[in-house]
């Protein structure tokens, strides 16, 4: 966050910490001292309000609404509870108040417009993030109409972490004021945290397949191995180190390959055994008859989850103008997962949590836009025949602007790939049981991860669009994982 909004959310949780004192309320006997305590806390709410509106003027983002949004209210309520205050003195800061709000609502306003254009326009595509458990995304992607945006790090926003069956979420912003960009994201990821497993042997990390020899220890192969070799009687700084044999005439060095202990051993007979720092960081062994890793009786490693997946929305605002994007996807399996998806048959349903953009403008009354969170569902038909079935689905149980809505969308038919893909189908919006016309093209398509024993699929990831008319536009993205 740039320093200017980091300044007016201080002012903000000021205000916030003011209100929640209540002013004296209650048991006050309204006294001089009363009243001067409570006129500068509701001239510091209200400074905090006027100064977070103030900040739409140069730029309106989602989170500087959220900002002022949450400044005008802390103000209120430092008003509401300012008892020791006269009712004249409270009316004016009401006033004071109406006019700040006027300001608000004109930048809510432009917020609607710039949002509905980015729903209406293209997408920002090519989502890649970068995941770490308990870290923020590093997302790249194509924002249409200007650069590719690369490695763009994010902050979580503090109070919004969720999560919702296997899947953890949050919000998170990136401000650049010196290209004048502001990014809102939203994103979910089943990524699990870091553990630990066997270096060998049962569920052991390393085998014969990537590299350990028929005794089970590891000969050391420099391009592949340099950055996981770790010992003390390694060099850490410029030069090269001969190490001396023991006396069964083999070299031995304590250590620790890739955080499992044990010993690198070398058979120095006619070439001395080496040990150099490399250039490109790690450690590189040389000489003898080649350097091995011996582990320990028992060793472990720490593991990463290497298979996970993803969804969100990420919505930037840029010279006036507004893009947003839903997004999903995955990471690991093997490259045979889905060679016999096509033989699958029976049925399968998957759940899991939804979260996107919409805008609402109706004929009369108030236009609304913001995130919602919702409930995804598919069913799926592995069909019995040489191809690969059918989905269809729902997004339901939708809470947008704080509050459940009656909204529902429908995933229509779409069929299944032999690659574990959703190929495109229809959506459908439903307001309070109407189903609205669809504008433009809206659709859902997805794909399927993380295939079990017996060939299923156990989660699906997809992203939508749906429209109410000339009314509505959503975007969105889910992450569902198979039903019992």
Not at 9 to 24: D, E, F, K, N, P
Not at 290 to 295: D, E, I, K, Q, R
Not at 456 to 474: H, L, N
Request: contains cysteine; hydrophobic residues 45%; aromatic residues 6%.
């Amino acid at each position: 966050m740039s320093l200017r909004n980091t300044l007016i959310a201080a002012l903000v949780a000021g205000a916030l910490g003011l209100a929640g004192c209540g002013g004296g309320g209650g048991g006050s006997s309204g006294g001089g001292d009363d009243a001067a305590a409570q006129r500068a806390a509701v001239a510091e709410a209200i400074g905090g309000a006027r100064g977070a509106v103030d900040a739409l003027a140069d730029a309106t983002s989602a989170a500087l609404l959220d900002i002022a949004r949450r400044a005008v209210s802390a103000a209120r309520d430092a008003v509401a509870g300012a008892d020791a205050l006269s009712d004249a003195e409270k009316e004016a800061h009401l006033t004071t108040l109406a006019v700040i709000e006027d300001a608000l609502d004109a930048a809510g306003t432009r917020e609607i417009a710039g949002l509905r254009a980015a729903l209406d326009g293209a997408p920002i595509a090519a989502v890649s993030p970068t995941v770490a458990h308990g870290a923020a995304p590093v997302l790249s992607g194509t924002v249409p109409g200007g650069p590719s945006v690369a490695g763009l790090a994010t902050e979580a926003v503090a109070g919004t972490s969720v999560s919702a069956g296997g899947w953890a979420g949050g919000r998170f912003t990136a401000t650049d004021e010196t290209a004048g960009t502001a990014d809102t994201i939203v994103f979910y990821t089943d990524i699990e945290p870091p553990g630990s497993q066997p270096f060998a042997g049962m569920d052991g990390k390393y085998s014969t397949d990537n590299g350990l020899d028929a005794t089970g220890n590891l000969p050391i192969v420099a391009a592949d191995h340099a950055t996981l070799i770790a010992a003390p009687d390694f060099p850490t700084g410029p030069g090269i180190r001969t190490h001396d044999a023991g006396t069964d005439g083999m070299v031995s060095v304590a250590g620790t390959f890739d955080g499992a202990a044990g010993r690198y051993v070398c058979d120095p007979t006619g070439d001395a055994c080496t040990s150099s720092p490399r250039t490109g960081g790690g450690i590189a062994l040389a000489g003898g008859a080649g350097w091995t890793f011996v582990p320990d009786a028992g060793a472990m490693v720490a593991s990463t989850d290497a298979e996970y997946r993803w969804f969100g929305w990420w919505q930037r605002e840029a010279g006036g103008s507004t893009a947003i994007g839903a997004f999903h996807g995955g990471t690991g399996g093997e490259a045979t997962d889905f060679d016999r998806f096509v033989e699958l048959t029976s049925t399968a349903t998957y759940r899991g949590p939804a979260a996107g953009r919409y805008v609402l403008q109706p004929l009369l009354g108030e236009a609304q836009a913001g995130d919602f969170t919702a409930r995804a569902e598919l069913t799926v038909d592995f069909a019995d025949t040489a191809d690969a079935g059918s989905v269809t689905g729902t997004v339901e149980d939708f809470v947008a602007g704080g509050a459940r809505v009656d909204w529902s969308v429908a995933l229509g038919t779409a069929a299944l790939t032999a690659a574990g893909a959703i190929a495109p189908g229809a959506t459908s919006w439903t307001i309070a049981g109407q189903e609205g016309a669809a504008a433009g093209s809206p659709a859902w398509s997805g794909r399927f991860h993380d295939v079990d024993a017996d060939l299923v699929p156990q989660t699906a990831t997809g992203s939508f669009t749906a429209s109410y008319g000339d009314i509505g536009r959503m975007t969105g993205a889910f992450g569902a994982d198979r039903a019992p």
